[in-house]
């Protein structure tokens, strides 16, 4: 058995231009990406669409090649025993689900008189959305509205979830994850939300990436911490609240 | 035939937060050890990176739950579910290599939990077998060579310290300053956390880069991060007197005729079954499969599960709810928050921490504020879902949104607890840990009571708009934390361990990870299980081992 710790690199990189499709059939591929461009639509900002969320999503489908990528980026790891072979037991499920849900789609959009998803006004794709969450299209946040919500296991993996639960998920995930991974093209995800990120994974690995510009800088605990007095720690610890 | 390998004088099984301390203990007093993983031996500096994706969604260091499942229910008569309850990483290093890290110290109130309240219906209050002073050494001890930074003076209600932190914390983020604003004006005593990371200049002289803030349930690459797998590990192995068995599955716990553990019979990396030879057996995976060994480690005279006598192995389980309240802020007229930097979290409190039955329940925890985390999974609840609304709500409040958490302590029930699941088994063949659990009437008191606090502290900080997240009818597991599950006590019909971690039917056997604790306390259980580790390997190598054996007389409580 080759140890998760001993994987393999396949020193693969992932083209967010591609139009080369590695799961999805050529239809497979324009109705996600339609109904992807719905779910992260395209306005002052980029969207879905722009960001190569299509790309991320046909990536992952394909198997097991492009689950993780190698720490520092220069390609992906390739799986091994039990780890592997649960792996490629999801991703047949994976696959399953999609292929369905594209059909599901194309049935709903056809119902309402579209020719197909992909081909359907963006006001019939809504429609179709809606009846396929079994929702309305969710309204802006409320700032005056009272929410109350219930605690839930943090990380979000794609098990167990509807086609419409997954696909927003992967949308979100397209459009947000490293570039490494295809999706969120020249970062356009995060500029777009203000998240600073790393220019590689490999700069998140040794210090050259740092939010450090991000934290207070000018402070003092004294002052933050009513009661406290420095010298309470006495001159053993390091000298806190001096930044 | 099973092989058989040549016989040590420990095993260690699990190498987290409660196998990393007693390998070193033990290693460093000259006795030969060797430390069982069931998962991988990964390489920080080689593993781990800034990856969002990886590390929260695809699960690379969470246990993958279709080769490990766990199964849940709220009671004895419903149906158990799959589903990754209290996920720890299951590798050399275990929860230290993902946690955010929050280290603060067990209070004094603590281990007398039953003394103060008296009992409770419907719990199972106990105190401990030994006190706050007992650890306190231990304590320091850890935050000494594992590498805490904290602020010492700064925590108003804290125990008795030897000593301060040999490492300052990092400033304040945006929020963690909105935070001590807003506890600052409702005088609320709020500091920098004690924190599982160090920063510049620290008195151990180690490097301390890592401020990319993909922190929580991240790997983190460089040596800021105090983890079990890049300080006591390495320092067991330099003593030539430990040796790490990754990927190597322990399946049994044998016992022989005279009722003392002979060793361990375990699976390695290639599927062959070996059996290992020890004079003492270690146990440290972690509360929940700690139990779940023992439980499968039944024999002639413990055909209930080793060192079973009272039926109490699984039983009191404590798991912690992390439950928060999210603020909104304007963003036109504040700065941003920035909630995706910091090492997790920036500032906390203990401030409600001590029982005040005013407040409608016993108990308290520990709160802080914490990251909202990176792009993909940043907490929003009630994020619209899809459409112009979500990437609205992105925009608008991916820097203006920030969290006050808490530490739920739950009390312990007889029912909630830990059995072997009679239908579903792991990757290994092995029966699963079957979670029975539902929250007492205090948890749902103490969730609302202190979630609303939280509330309140986001408005004063200036929050447009609050919301409250609470504890819902079941657990989740979502703090990874575990306790209580194999209890300590001076009883043995109450108890299964006493004092010093050890079986008190089978005097070879020492279970040293949080199962021992009797309460869940109201702190985050790191700290405390390395440092009850440490004073429970002390007692191995200086006593047990020595041929002798020790009681710890405990004096009467002063009540205040």
């Known amino acids: ?30 109705t996600v990406e339609a109904a992807a461009a719905r779910i992260m639509p395209t306005d002052h900002d980029p969207g879905a669409r722009e960001a190569r969320v299509i790309v991320f999503i046909d990536r992952y489908l394909s198997g097991i090649d492009y689950l993780y990528a190698a720490a520092d980026g220069s390609g992906f790891l390739q799986l091994s025993g039990k780890d592997a072979h649960a792996a490629r037991a999801r991703n047949a499920n994976m696959q ?20 197909s998803f992909a081909e359907a006004s963006e006001q019939v794709q809504d429609q179709v959305l809606e009846q396929v969450s079994g929702l309305s299209k969710p309204v802006p946040v409320s700032l005056t509205s009272r929410e109350v919500y219930y605690s839930r296991l943090q990380g979000n993996t794609d098990e167990d979830k509807s086609f419409f639960d997954t696909l ?40 050259t990436y740092s939010t450090a510009e991000f934290f207070v800088q000018e402070y003092d605990w004294e002052d933050l911490v009513p009661g406290f007095k420095h010298g309470q720690e006495s001159e053993t610890a390091g000298s806190p609240g001096d930044a | 035939m099973k092989r058989k390998m040549d016989p040590v004088d420990a095993v260690i099984v699990g190498l987290g937060a409660g196998g990393g301390p007693a390998a070193k203990v033990l290693s460093e007093a000259g006795y030969k050890v060797v430390g069982f993983d069931k998962g991988p031996w990964l390489r920080p500096e080689e593993h781990y990176s800034g990856d969002e994706l990886k590390f929260q969604n695809r699960s690379y260091l969470w246990p993958d739950v279709n080769l490990m499942p766990r199964t849940v229910r709220s009671d004895e008569n419903s149906e158990a579910r799959i589903f990754n309850f209290s996920p720890v990483p299951s590798n050399v290093g275990g929860g230290t290599s993902h946690m955010a890290g929050w280290m603060p110290r067990p209070r004094v109130s603590d281990f007398i939990f039953h003394s103060l309240h008296g009992d409770l219906e419907g719990a199972s209050l106990a105190d401990w077998p030994y006190r706050y002073e007992h650890l306190e050494p231990y304590l320091t001890k850890v935050e000494w060579s594992y590498g805490i930074s904290g602020l010492a003076g700064a925590d108003r209600g804290e125990g008795f310290r030897s000593k301060p932190y040999p490492s300052g914390p990092l400033p304040p983020t945006q929020f963690g300053k909105k935070f001590y604003e807003g506890s600052n004006k409702l005088g609320i005593n709020s500091f920098p956390l004690p924190m599982s990371h160090l920063t510049e200049d620290n008195a ?44 190597s599955y322990v399946k049994e716990v044998k016992v022989g005729r005279d009722g003392k553990a002979t060793g361990v019979i375990y699976i390695d990396p290639d599927g062959v079954e070996i059996e290992q030879e020890a ?55 504040e700065d941003p928050l920035n909630g995706w930097t910091g090492n997790y979290q920036s500032g906390g409190s203990t401030h409600f921490y001590e029982t005040d039955e005013n407040r409608g329940h016993i108990g308290g925890g520990i709160i802080a504020t914490t990251q909202i985390g990176q792009a993909i999974n940043a907490i929003l609840p009630g994020r619209p879902v899809w459409g112009q609304a979500m990437k609205d709500a992105d925009r608008d409040y991916f820097n203006y949104s920030m969290k006050i958490g808490f530490i739920l302590q739950d009390m312990p029930q007889e029912t909630n607890r830990v059995d072997l699941d009679p239908n579903v088994k792991d990757a290994w063949g092995m029966p699963v840990a079957r979670i029975t659990n539902k929250p007492h009437a205090n948890d749902i008191a103490m969730s609302k009571w202190q979630i609303d606090k939280n509330v309140e502290i986001l408005q004063a900080a200036g929050a447009t708009k609050t919301t409250p997240v609470y504890l819902g009818d079941e657990f989740t597991g979502n703090a990874c934390h575990q306790q209580s599950t194999v209890r300590m006590g001076t009883d043995p019909a109450k108890s299964v361990l ?24 109201g702190v985050n259980p790191t700290l405390t299980i390395m440092a009850h580790s440490w004073r429970c390997a002390d007692y191995i190598a200086n006593t047990y081992m020595k041929g002798r054996s020790e009681r710890l007389a405990l004096p009467p409580i002063k009540k205040s």
């Open chain 1, 96 to 115: 399953r689900l999609y292929r369905e849900g594209v059909r599901e789609l194309d049935r709903k959009a056809r119902e309402l008189r579209a020719p």
């Open chain 2, 498 to 521: 006493n004092e010093w971690g050890q079986a008190h039917s089978v005097e070879n056997l020492f279970v040293v990870d949080g199962a021992g604790f009797p309460t869940a306390m």
């Open chain 2, 204 to 247: 151990l002289g180690r490097p301390a880069v890592n401020r990319t803030s993909f922190w929580n349930q991240y790997g983190d690459p460089t040596l800021t991060r105090s983890s079990v797998a890049t300080t006591y590990i390495p320092e067991a192995l330099s003593t030539g007197n430990f040796e790490v068995r990754a990927d």
């Open chain 1, 1 to 30: 058995m080759v140890s998760k710790a001993d994987w393999e690199i396949a020193p693969i990189r992932i083209d967010p231009d591609s139009t080369e499709k590695l799961f999805f059939t050529d239809h497979e591929w324009d």
């Open chain 2, 279 to 333: 004079r003492v057996v270690v146990l440290s995976l972690g509360a929940i499969e700690s139990a779940r060994l023992m439980l499968l480690s039944s024999s002639n005279r413990f055909p209930d599960g080793l060192a079973n006598d009272s039926g109490l192995v699984g039983k009191n389980a404590t798991f912690h709810e992390y439950i928060f309240a999210v603020g909104l802020f304007d963003k036109d007229i």
């Open chain 1, 168 to 207: 927003c998920l992967h949308v979100r995930q397209g459009f947000y994850a490293d570039p490494v991974y295809g999706g969120n093209k020249d970062q356009m995800g995060w500029k777009m939300v203000g998240f600073v990120g790393p220019k590689s994974l490999k700069d998140t690995m040794d210090g």
